[in-house]
């Protein structure tokens, strides 16, 4: 039989693989998950669709290849400013593939 004394003293690891400070924010990759804190309410951090190919240097090679739509549904995923003006910045004029209407 265990005691309890030896099961209230075990103890967890939890490792983390990458942390990053903003501002008033951070976050955290660690082996129980995705951690983002922030100071701010109306930070709203939405994973819609989200899985660990979407990069931002898959964004790019796909922007590359000529994939324009799919390279901007992907930037949107992600929800990086400047990597959506980046794609929509490059993005012919004369594709008419995609279509933006604001």
């Known amino acids: 039989m265990v005691s309890s004394l030896y099961l209230n003293n ?6 983390v693989g990458f942390l990053l400070f903003t501002g008033r924010a951070w976050a955290a990759t660690t082996t129980e998950g995705l951690l983002v804190y922030s100071l701010d309410s109306n ?3 939405d994973p819609f669709d989200l899985d ?3 990069t931002p240097s898959n964004v790019k090679s796909t922007l590359a290849r000529g994939e324009y739509s799919t ?3 992907l930037s949107f995923r992600l929800n990086e400013q400047n990597l959506i003006q980046e794609v929509l910045e490059n993005i012919p004029v004369s594709d008419g593939r995609c279509s933006l209407v604001l």
């Open 10 to 15: 075990c103890v967890l690891d939890i490792i």
């Open 43 to 45: 930070l709203v951090f």
């Open 52 to 54: 660990m190919d979407i």
């Open 71 to 73: 390279a901007l549904m």
